[in-house]
């Protein structure tokens, strides 16, 4: 039975991840004007570039676009992308590390991790340019 104590003092003694949900003003302050890196695993997953109004471009890590625009949902920050319908929408989260962002009904391990902020455009090429 001294088991039981000691691993409850195990437990209280682990640091807790603090995460706190970020409102969409914070989110607008963050982002607007502004061109946001995520990452995931440590490896760059897209980037976003923040203008007026709420619109949006992503970039994949391929480099392709999609233009968007974000509104607020049900204490979500939700997406509508011109090339795919459907909204994403996504708890962005002050961390002890930054921030993150989670996507609606994802676990913590698939988080997107706010790499880095600046205010360089992006590079996108015009749709499906070929030959």
């Not at 969409?24 to 061109?35: D, M, N």
């Not at 989260?93 to 992006?122: W, Y």
């Amino acid at each position: 039975m001294k088991l039981i104590p000691i691993l409850i003092a195990l437990c209280l003694a682990q640091p807790a991840v603090a995460e706190e949900i970020v409102t969409p003003q914070e989110f607008q302050a963050l982002s607007s004007g502004k061109t946001l890196y995520f990452t995931r695993d440590g490896r760059l997953f897209g980037v976003e570039q923040f203008y007026k109004r709420h619109r949006s471009t992503w970039q994949f890590a391929d480099g392709e676009c999609d233009d968007g625009v974000w509104y607020a949902q049900d204490g979500f920050i939700c997406f509508q992308y011109t090339k795919n319908t459907d909204p994403q929408c996504w708890h962005f989260l002050k961390t002890d590390d930054g921030f993150a962002a989670r996507a609606q009904g994802a676990s913590p391990d698939q988080d997107l991790h706010l790499e880095r902020v600046d205010q360089k455009p992006l590079d996108c090429k015009g749709p499906d340019v070929g030959a």
